[in-house]
């Protein structure tokens, strides 16, 4: 008797022993609180070539630039410039009319776009961000064995994933922003009266301006 019950015994302990080990090479490795799957932020460039003349922007271009804007559903954390070869003060001016209207500044220093200009003419560019969390969710450890006090691979995937898709301008999690003397009431108290008489602040990289009326 002793023997038929030790065979099976041990034949059982083997076995574990062979799941655990087998186990081992997927059991998490990370031992820091820091998420493997971090937020990353793509951009991308979208352009318009417009004809200028000696007054800056014809009407119908204008038209044509407000058109695209709305097409491509301009707002907050897009930035848009102007690529003049003439460097006109009017073809500016009338582009930042139009950005204006979406509560958006000319913003300067922005990529260069390819493709040559033709003289008479001049380019609108929009850069836009974009963050998502690559290779979420990941549930590639899904053995519960911790035995080196690892967190699993998907660990952040969820709060990094809510962080990407809630931020208003994907570049606030590059660099951030730059601190500002402003108190916290005095903000909330700018952001009331822009709503109540409809005179606000606009911001959009480059700066800031006063606007006045109300939508």
Known sequence: MTRLVTRPL???LV????LALAGCGGMPSNRSVN???QPVVERSAVTL???TNSSGLPVAEQRR?????EAMDLRYGD????EDPLDRPETRTAVADLTGRYGLLLSEGLPVSTGD???GQARIVILRSRASVPGCPDWSGASAATL???ISPGYGCSTNGNLAAMVADPEDLIKGRKGSTDTYISTSNTTIKAYTTGVGTKTSGGGTTTTTGGN
Not at 15 to 18: A, E, T
Not at 65 to 69: E, L, S, T
Not at 79 to 82: K, Q
């Open 65 to 69: 630039i407000a058109a695209w804007f």
């Open 148 to 150: 080196g006090n690892g």
């Open 49 to 51: 070539d417009v004809t």
């Open 15 to 18: 076995l574990s022993l062979g």
């Open 79 to 82: 930035r848009v410039s102007v």
């Open 117 to 119: 200009l033709q003289p």
């Open 10 to 12: 041990s034949g059982a």
């Open 35 to 37: 998420s493997i799957h």
